[in-house]
């Protein structure tokens, strides 16, 4: 059993920035791939940023790239998402999750079914 908890959630205005982290239970990020996601009330979860870390490789969809950023430290078994020029559209409850890696498959998954642990939730209500 995987487990996560995020934190780092909050009030701000737009074009602020804000940086989420991802505790984990996973001692070994190479096994894993991990993502963020974003859910509105009323809609799926959305990812945001996600991250095979055995292949280096990332995949940010079109309305955060460039904008946001997913990062971790194993040594302290944390995972980040840095979000740089937020909009309002970017509310929403921020989801970490983490799934064990698919042998031979560079990208990390990108729906919220293939994923297997999940956090609780942070809140991120960008607002003036």
């Known amino acids: 059993q995987v487990h996560l908890e995020e934190s780092g959630g909050g009030l701000v205005q737009p074009g602020d920035s804000l940086r989420l982290s991802c505790v984990t239970s996973v001692r070994t990020f190479s096994t894993y791939a991990m993502a963020w996601f974003r859910q509105i009330p009323g809609k799926e979860r959305q990812i945001v940023a996600g991250?095979?870390?055995?292949?280096?490789?990332?995949y940010y969809p079109d309305p955060v790239k460039g904008r946001f950023g997913i990062s971790g430290n194993n040594a302290q078994d944390t995972m980040y998402l840095d979000m740089n020029s937020l909009k309002p559209e970017d509310t929403a409850v921020y989801y970490c999750a983490a799934r064990e890696i698919v042998p031979g498959r560079g990208r990390p998954p990108l729906w919220a079914d293939e994923y297997e642990y999940w956090g609780q939730g942070t809140q991120v209500t960008v607002s003036s």
């Open positions: 991250i095979n870390w055995s292949a280096g490789s990332t």
